[in-house]
Nanobody, 120 residues
Framework: QVQLAESGGGSVQPGGSLRLSCAAS????????MGWYRQTPGKQRELVAV???????NYADSVKGRFTISRDNARITVYLQMNSLKLEDTAVYYC??????????????WGQGTQVTVSS
């Protein structure tokens, strides 16, 4: 099993910054991809930013230039630096981990979510 520990959500004014962290632990052999998705009431969960173990990144168009995802492979931790936050960034942000266990079972695990609220 994989456990994901998320932190860093909160409330901020428009234009402000927040940094989210997600640390994976458990029986992990490889880390293929980790990242962040977000969801608002009545809408589907959407990709925000993901990073592979090799460092390749993918961002939603709406956050490009404002958000930066990074990783610490040794700690199996990803960070999402969110700058110039907008009202529409308000959502529950979920960490996602894709990887494999030592017995090559695949993982596609989700964190419990952390609330990010941008309001004036």
């Amino acid at each position: 099993q994989v456990q994901l520990a998320e932190s860093g959500g909160g409330s901020v004014q428009p234009g402000g910054s927040l940094r989210l962290s997600c640390a994976a632990s458990g029986s992990i052999w490889t880390f293929n991809e980790m990242g962040w998705y977000r969801q608002t009431p009545g809408k589907q969960r959407e990709l925000v930013a993901v990073i592979t173990g090799g460092g390749n990144t993918n961002y939603a168009d709406s956050v490009k230039g404002r958000f930066t995802i990074s990783r610490d492979n040794a700690r199996i931790t990803v960070y999402l630096q969110m700058n110039s936050l907008k009202l529409e960034d308000t959502a529950v942000y979920y960490c996602n981990f894709k990887g494999r266990a030592p017995d090559f079972r695949s993982y596609d695990s989700w964190g419990q979510g952390t609330q990010v609220t941008v309001s004036s």
